[in-house]
């Protein structure tokens, strides 16, 4: 168990192995924690890295050793479904994308990947299909939702199912949502709301997630190019990828050699 109460790292251990199956912390408990990290000066409880550049680890992070293996900076697991791989207390942040990974049904070869949704906003949504009947159509929210949203900011969106009808949403809350119309048709309908306790989240923020330490090293191979061409445009990066050092002195960033890493 590893856990700081200051400067530095509470654990870290390494694996030089280049072979095998081998681990920088093996821990093995039916009780408690296979491997627990904390801190208070604001930095890492747990830090993973995997600098792989296989050619495969564009995507994934594959090994090149391997068609089948994969290179994680962390990686967590569980034996229940009712259990987490990797649960946070707190917020969770990535720079990259964030998948869903779906077994293909008919081909044992591939996997399906959905990437999450994103906004500005930490939102909540209901969907699904009414009918209005004398010009009507009440829709109860789930209890669910009401109980996981706040109570301002719900909107509701309809759409006219198999026929053309003048329809419009008359309320729109967190209990309900009422649909009139001039024909009795079928809609569809989607509602919005913000999970509670995050209204008042903030899109923007200082960058503490793209500041290079090395000068002359490329910085972020981790990203695909084009993403990385985003910290050219922005001057964090100079064409080739490496640190700009004008920009890194503006902002108060301290660039180290790379022998000095």
């Excluded at 917020?91 to 990259?96: A, F, Q, Y």
């Excluded at 998948?99 to 930490?122: K, M, W, Y």
């Excluded at 981790?222 to 050092?245: C, H, K, M, S, W």
Aim: with cysteine.
């Amino acid at each position: 168990m590893g856990l700081q109460h200051g400067g530095g790292a509470g654990l870290r251990a390494r694996s030089l192995a280049t072979s095998g199956t081998n681990y920088g912390v093996d821990s093995w408990s039916t009780v408690a924690y296979g491997v627990y990290g904390g801190t208070t000066s604001g930095s890492y409880g747990v830090f993973g890295i995997n600098q792989s550049t296989a050619s495969q680890a564009k995507a994934i992070g594959a090994n090149a050793t391997g068609t089948t293996a994969v290179n994680y900076g962390v990686w967590g697991n569980t034996g229940s479904a009712t259990g987490y791989g990797v649960y946070s207390s707190g917020d969770m942040g990535g720079t990259g994308a964030k998948f869903f990974v779906q077994p293909h049904p008919t081909d044992p070869s591939l996997e399906i990947r959905f990437a999450c949704l994103e906004g500005n906003e930490s939102g909540t949504y209901f969907r699904g299909t009414a009918k209005i009947e004398s010009g009507i159509a009440v829709i109860e929210t789930p209890e669910e939702f009401r109980l996981a949203s706040e109570s301002e900011r719900v909107t509701a969106q309809v759409t006219v199912v198999g026929a053309r009808a003048d329809v419009w949403i008359e309320e729109q809350s967190r209990d309900r949502i009422v649909v009139r119309g001039d024909r009795d048709v079928s809609i569809n309908y989607f509602v919005n709301g913000v999970r509670r306790g995050f209204a008042k989240h903030q899109a923007m923020h200082p960058n503490r997630s793209f500041v290079p330490e090395t000068r002359g090293v490329p910085f972020g191979t981790q990203y695909a190019d084009d993403y990385r061409r985003l910290l050219v445009e922005n001057g964090i990066l100079n064409a080739d990828f490496t640190p700009n050092e004008e920009t890194a002195s503006r902002l108060g960033w301290t660039l180290r050699d790379p022998e000095a890493r």
